[in-house]
């Protein structure tokens, strides 16, 4: 980096500072005019009333001061650490905003708005956009926010034919509610012109930064989509169903989300992982289903399986297919058991296909209390 960069962008940094430790509003043109520099973006209305917003002003601080190393001083990494905690803190309710790989998925091919978020898209690119109240990223292993697994379960979830699968990017922004919603609690056009603005402005951002976590990356293949694989009331219902307080719930739509995403990866390694999934998933859905369905006080196979019997009696053989993946899981958790040794499991496609579809029926009657119609 030249003398004249690190100037340049000291300079930057302190103006920002300044503005958000005192907000002179005589600064304030000149703060928009040099985050329009580090962004080349193009002129936008939306995106021209972002940027002295505190969240961006801090991103782009923080983002120029990557670059300096030592050069940026004590004192003014102190008052960049200051902001950063106060701006990124976000404490009630914020905003994330989803993007997804386009390889391995298949995508529902409509909007849809529920209460807390909505499936939609900016092109011809599905993005999820939810509200939520807990922390952001609560650990490295599960980087999805219950509202998340709430929404992609309507409408994974409630296939009447086929089955849908979202590979969901790890490219996401979590950003202040206002920033996004303003004074609205719909996601009005303007809201999601504000979505796709700080969007644009956080991708520029994120580029800057080059020893932080990196997105995976984008294989260019085109979204593949369906609008008939499910109908609108039945997403609602087991949205509107779905209780997020229930861990049990999230939980295991959790597991049969994972499962399809991983069986559908591009690189297909991962086909016994999926089935794990799927049997751990299945194994959450006969838990529901005897607590909320069969109302049984402990949780007993023989009189769940009769239950199942009793409700699916158009598919009989689920009693028998619950029964293998008892088997095959049993195969899967323990690298010796009763069965033997085998260093692959015995598994094939339909052990996947054919047990996802009945965990899609499962989870169903255990979330809403009804059947599908394709059980009717």
Not at 237 to 242: A, E, G, M, V
Not at 280 to 291: T, Y
Request: aromatic share 12%.
């Amino acid at each position: 980096m030249t003398s004249f960069k690190v100037s340049a962008d000291i300079e930057a940094i302190d103006l920002i500072l300044d503005v958000l430790e005192h907000n002179p509003t005589k600064n304030s043109s000149n703060v928009i005019e040099t985050i329009k520099r580090e962004l080349l973006l193009p002129h936008d209305s939306i995106m021209d009333s972002l940027y002295e917003h505190p969240f961006i002003l801090t991103k782009c601080a923080y983002a120029l001061s990557l670059g300096l190393g030592n050069n940026i001083g004590i004192e003014r990494r102190k008052r960049l650490g200051k902001m950063y905690g106060q701006y990124f803190n976000m404490k009630g309710q914020f905003i994330r905003i989803r993007k997804f790989l386009s390889s391995g998925g298949y995508y529902y091919g409509r909007t849809v708005e529920t209460s807390k978020g909505i499936y939609t898209f900016w092109g011809y690119e599905p993005i999820l956009i939810t509200k939520s109240k807990e922390t952001p990223f609560p650990n490295w292993f599960v980087h999805m926010t219950r509202q998340e697994v709430r929404v992609l379960s309507s409408l994974a979830l409630s296939t009447e034919i086929g089955t849908l699968t979202f590979q969901p990017s790890d490219e996401c922004y979590d950003v202040p509610y206002d920033l996004v919603m303003n004074n609205e609690t719909r996601f009005s056009e303007n809201a999601l012109r504000r979505a796709q603005a700080v969007t644009c402005m956080l991708a520029r951002l994120s580029a800057k930064e080059f020893w932080g976590y990196k997105n995976s990356y984008q294989i260019s293949v085109p979204y593949e989509f369906s609008s008939t694989v499910n109908k609108p009331e039945k997403i609602h219902n087991i949205y509107n169903s779905f209780k997020e307080s229930n861990r049990l719930v999230v939980r295991t739509c959790f597991l049969l989300l994972k499962a399809q995403t991983l069986w559908n990866d591009p690189r297909r390694i991962y086909g016994e992982d999926a089935c794990a999934n799927l049997f751990f998933g299945i194994e959450g859905c006969l838990k529901l289903i005897s607590k909320d369905r069969a109302k049984l006080r402990t949780f007993e196979i023989k009189p769940v399986l009769e239950h199942i019997y009793e409700v699916f009696k158009h598919a009989p053989g689920y009693v028998y297919m619950l029964q293998d993946v008892y088997e095959k899981r049993i195969q899967i958790v323990h690298p010796e058991s009763r069965t033997g040794t085998s260093w692959v499991p015995e598994l094939d496609s339909e052990d996947f296909y054919e047990n996802y579809e009945m965990a899609v029926d499962l989870i169903y009657y255990a979330i809403t209390g009804e059947l599908l119609p394709r059980q009717l």
